[in-house]
């Protein structure tokens, strides 16, 4: 298996512009993960899915941040308008797990966002 | 709520052993875990222990569980250059996975 996939790879941007991040996550998995990962703030969970479902997005930072999972092998999150505080190295991850055992989570490479 | 605290940064020397620490704060978590993440990489799982274990050992690595004080630990025996990375703790259920903010673990040769 190729792992979960992310792109872009890298991103730059000019402020007010929309940013579409894709994942595709490992088949056969049914939970996935978007991460926000900055010097300041950690690694930071932002919303994630079950079977394609939206489960908890209380860390999605505002309005302007939204996700979406229309099919088991495809999610993206979307940044409209982007600011420069929205830069920062974005994380796929997912989890064939869920309920009755330990969840191990298969993060992709990453994207990182600039925001000028 | 969840929370997950550790320290920022460990320097070690080479085939010296490393000790990461760790504390949490929900005590409902049924699994710990660790993970590192390797220079421009996404993290990957280390290893992880159930809560009602107070140890467990996988080769060069001991993960060591007090759940009175809510706190884990990760020591890793002969510590290589290969070893440097950024170290996460993370507890949780069977869901989601709160992760603390990363120990950078610099190995000097």
């Known amino acids: 298996d190729a792992g979960v996939i992310q792109s872009p790879r890298h991103e730059v941007t000019e402020m007010g512009q929309e940013v579409t991040l894709r994942c595709k996550p490992i088949s056969g998995h049914n939970s996935l993960f978007w991460y926000r990962q900055t010097m300041m703030r950690g690694l930071e969970l932002l919303i994630y899915f079950n079977n394609n479902v939206p489960i908890d997005d209380s860390g999605m930072p505002e309005d302007r941040f939204s996700a979406k999972m229309p099919n088991a092998s495809f999610s993206t999150l979307k940044i409209q308008p982007s600011e420069p505080r929205d830069s920062a190295v974005y994380f796929c991850?997912?989890?064939?797990?869920?309920?009755?055992?330990?969840?191990?989570?298969?993060f992709g490479p990453g994207t990182r966002l600039t925001v000028l | 709520g969840e929370d997950v605290e550790q320290s920022l940064f460990l320097s070690v020397r080479e085939g010296d052993s490393s000790v990461i620490n760790c504390t949490y704060t929900d005590s409902s978590s049924t699994y710990l875990y660790w993970y590192k993440q390797e220079p421009g990489a996404g993290l990957q799982l280390l290893t992880y222990?159930?809560?009602?274990?107070d140890m467990k050992q996988d080769q060069r690595l001991t993960v060591l569980l007090n759940k009175k004080d809510k706190h884990l630990s990760l020591r890793i025996a002969d510590t290589q250059t290969g070893d440097s990375a950024i170290y996460f703790c993370a507890e949780g259920g069977y869901q989601k996975v709160t992760f603390g903010t990363g120990t950078k673990l610099q190995v000097i040769p």
């Open positions: 222990i159930f809560s009602n274990m």
């Open positions: 991850a997912s989890s064939s797990r869920w309920g009755g055992s330990y969840n191990e989570q298969f």
